[in-house]
């Protein structure tokens, strides 16, 4: 069992950076791969980036490559999302998942179902 508690959200102009932090429990949180979803008013819940266990590799929604970057700390069971450039249209409640692994030969998980547990999100605002 894990569970999983986001942080560091809030209201940021267009262009500007934002750091989520996601805290994780269990003595096993470097066997997660660790993921961040969105959810922005209206739409369905999106993938935005995945991470390995080991932090070694990731991987990305095109529509955040080049702006966000997922990294973890497994000492501190924690994992983070590194946002930048910030658009309105990312303004959304944004999730942190933990699944058994990120990624099946060059499949790579980003589907809700594929993440078996789930924080209770972070709420991003985005002005333009």
């Known amino acids: 069992q894990v569970q999983l508690v986001e942080s560091g959200g809030g209201l940021v102009q267009a262009g500007g950076s934002l750091t989520l932090s996601c805290t994780a429990s269990g003595r096993t949180f470097s066997t997660y791969a660790m993921a961040w979803f969105r959810q922005a008013t209206g739409k369905e819940r999106e993938f935005v980036a995945t991470i390995s266990g080991r932090g070694g590799s990731a991987y990305y929604a095109e529509f955040v490559k080049g702006r966000f970057t997922i990294s973890r700390d497994n000492a501190k069971n924690m994992v983070y999302l590194q946002m930048n450039s910030l658009k309105p249209e990312d303004m959304a409640v944004y999730y942190c998942?933990?699944?058994?692994?990120?990624?099946?030969?060059?499949?790579?998980?980003?589907?809700?179902?594929?993440?078996?547990?789930w924080g209770q999100g972070t709420q991003v605002i985005v002005s333009s």
């Open positions: 998942a933990a699944g058994s692994t990120y990624r099946s030969g060059g499949y790579y998980y980003t589907k809700t179902y594929e993440y078996d547990y």
